[in-house]
Nanobody
Framework: QVQLVESGGGLVQAGGALRLSCAAS????????MGWYRQAPGSQRELVAA???????NYADSVRGRFTLSRDNAKNTAYLQMSSLKPEDTAVYYC???????????WGQGTQVTVSS
């Protein structure tokens, strides 16, 4: 069983920055496409950013240019660097790993990000 553990959330003022981490429990990490999602109260969970095994990334329009997703396969960890944060970025952030072959998905437990105005 693969476990994903997020960390790095917290309270920050608008314009500030946070770095979220998603650590995988096993070396299977290199076989996963990774994604960060977020869910605000009363809203559906939405994709924020994704990165393939090979490092190709894509971003939601709302975060492009402000967020950067990267991965370190040697450390079994994906990072979401968030800058120029806005109050509307407030949400619980979840990471998801998808096995390239077979499509099995793994989710983390979520980490709260709160941006004050």
């Amino acid at each position: 069983q693969v476990q994903l553990v997020e960390s790095g959330g917290g309270l920050v003022q608008a314009g500030g920055a946070l770095r979220l981490s998603c650590a995988a429990s096993k070396s299977i990490f290199s076989l996963l496409n990774m994604g960060w999602y977020r869910q605000a109260p009363g809203s559906q969970r939405e994709l924020v950013a994704a990165i393939t095994r090979g490092g190709n990334t894509n971003y939601a329009d709302s975060v492009r240019g402000r967020f950067t997703l990267s991965r370190d396969n040697a450390k079994n960890t994906a990072y979401l660097q968030m800058s120029s944060l806005k109050p509307e970025d407030t949400a619980v952030y979840y990471c998801k790993g998808t096995v390239v072959i077979g499509g099995r998905e793994y989710w983390g437990q979520g980490t709260q990000v709160t941006v004050s105005s």
